[in-house]
């Protein structure tokens, strides 16, 4: 099983250290003691975001339901935040509700930390929803980072300035010029060029201006070292580096994106060619600060080989994070043949932050790009293949679910979902098939809320001849049921069904038929259950389709017959289930048909293979992170174990398994037929230990977390 505590929170390693700032971590350590809401602002480029990491990093243990960050600078719709800081937390979406008012109740008995990093563009939409929260949730610390505060009473501010800019000690400026200075220099390898000379004095610690003494130049200096390894400093050379740090007002990311294009031009270089752009800017005045980070960054435009700037245009593109595969499919061309390469370039001059899995450009590396790309006039040409990659994506995430790459999937499509946000916007001409086509992300993957959100607005924008609209509907429907609108859901499915017979689409007829089974069993119209079965698989051999709806099919019949009593034929249905899933790898079903299976193999006395079939079921859907799955595998587990008369057990998974329905914001399952088995296991559990130790034990179970519940569980 893999032992990931992805409840616990989903803070970033650092991917190079935090040079300074620990006054500022300090503070902010200090309010977040203090205070619910701290906004920690400053212009772009000073480094908000990493002191509120680390600040949350030390928090950890404080707040034992997780530090979370939730990213937005790429987000654009701030009716979606709500979801967005769900999706992040792991809450699952089932239920009609507003999305906030889940999420505020979720959060309610939580102690956690929240960060919302880059909340400028989005602030009325940050306002409100921390708004609610802090009234709900006395137990949440939030940090937001801002250009400017949210505006709320209870809000702690914590500016933060760019570093002092360092002196230069006399004997530095006075020191001789390092080797290869000049023409002879000029014409070196700048991978090899140093900032030392051989034989130079050592530094005296204390001096000041020194990298001990001075943060950012203590910042130029580490990631000079990334971009050159072994790099060595001399006075000279120093010196230099102190102009360009002064020159840049101690800005962080202009220091870094400097520090960048030593592998450009060396040191003294350097430093002569970035006070000529600022001067062909300015001429001999100080630059505002505010326009310091977007001066340093057309500087560090202009040392880029054309290939870089074109590519650093295009990808101005994604909103988020995208991988080698996306910037090559989108961005590339005959003009762009080394894609790869270019991106590991863009990314050692600190224009791109790499992330696991890809890159990001930072938020104003990206605005700037964005203005050449509209220079290129490319935008348009750029949106249409954005769009269509993020179509293909979705397709093959669609055909690929029924495989055995799953887990794959689901974390590619959690990592894509920014830029597929993006192009789910009506105005995209792929709206409609996209919205349709991501049922997997929505229903499968638990974000039945934002699937809703794009699937109404798709098919309000839909006209009645796109190709695209049966599926749509249909999608639409089947998370509607699973949201318990069932009227709705029948509505949409029975529309489905007509467009897509007069197209003869029977691939999305047994789709949309499927739905239609599935309001029948949640109805409690067991007896249309296994007819529209049937038909929904006529429907796919005719369409010749593979997909993962006919073992969901299968699963649906099985249900029905098993609510029916009928276990010999549920588990002779589940048989067939396991059957088409393990000749394709296919896990996701076959879970669900295990848990099926675990209550009729159980209906039939079959005690061992009952509980063989729910840890199956309970293995993968920890692996895919299904919440509900996994609270309901654990109960099932506990319902066996009151039928083996081991009390103990019973009274430790039931504790694990309310833990599980808490943690994950899950107010239980099904109709209450299917709670009653819970109820009976554990009044045996009480007769079996007493009312004393079956809640001492319980609460043993309780205080367990979800990785070691979830491993006792599997045991």
Partial sequence: MEQTQWWRGNLPAETNGLIGRESEVRRLLKLLAD??????????GVGKSRIAVRAARERQEHHPDGTWLVELSGERNGDLLAHTVAAVLGLPERSARSQTGMLVE????RRLLLILDACEHLLPACRDLVAEILAAAPGVRIIATSHRPLGLPREALLPVEPFEA????????????????GAEGASRSAGTERLEQEGDPPERPGDPGEPEENDALRLFLDRARDVV??????????????RICRRLDGVPLAVELAAGCLGSLPVERLADHLDDHFEVLHGRAPVPRPRIVRAAIGWSHELCAPEERLLWARLSVFAGSFDAAAAEWVCGDEHLDDVPGLLASLAE???L??????????????EYGRERLALLGEEARLARRHHYHYLDLARRAEADWYGPEQEEWAARL??????????????SPTSVELAGTLWILWFCLGRLNEGRYHMTRAIEAAPVTDPGLPRLLWADGCVAIARGELELGRRRAEAALSAALDWGDY??????????ASSSLCSGALEDVEPRVELVREYFRRADAATVSEPLALVTAAMAVTWRGEFDRAVSVLKEVQRLCDARGERWARACGDYVLSIAQLGLGRVAEAAEAARQSLDVKWRLRDATGVALAVDQLAVIAAVEGDGRRTARLQGAGVRLWATFGLKGFGSEGMSEPRTVAERTARQLLGDETYDAVFAEGYEADPDAAVAYALH
């Fill in 35 to 44: 205070t619910p809401l701290t906004t920690v602002t400053g212009a772009g």
């Fill in 349 to 351: 001059r600190f224009l």
């Fill in 166 to 181: 360092p002196a230069v000690p006399a004997r530095w400026a006075e020191g001789t010029a390092p080797e290869g200075s």
């Fill in 414 to 427: 959690a990592f894509s979902m920014t830029d597929l946000r993006l192009s789910l916007d009506p105005a």
């Fill in 229 to 242: 390894p072994g790099l060595e400093t001399t006075p000279a050379g120093r010196a230099a580096a102190a």
């Fill in 507 to 516: 691939a999305a007829a047994g789709h949309a038929q499927l739905r239609l």
């Fill in 106 to 109: 979720f959060l309610a008995g």
């Fill in 353 to 366: 932050v790499r992330v696991p899995g890809g890159y990001r450009q930072p938020a104003t590396v990206r």
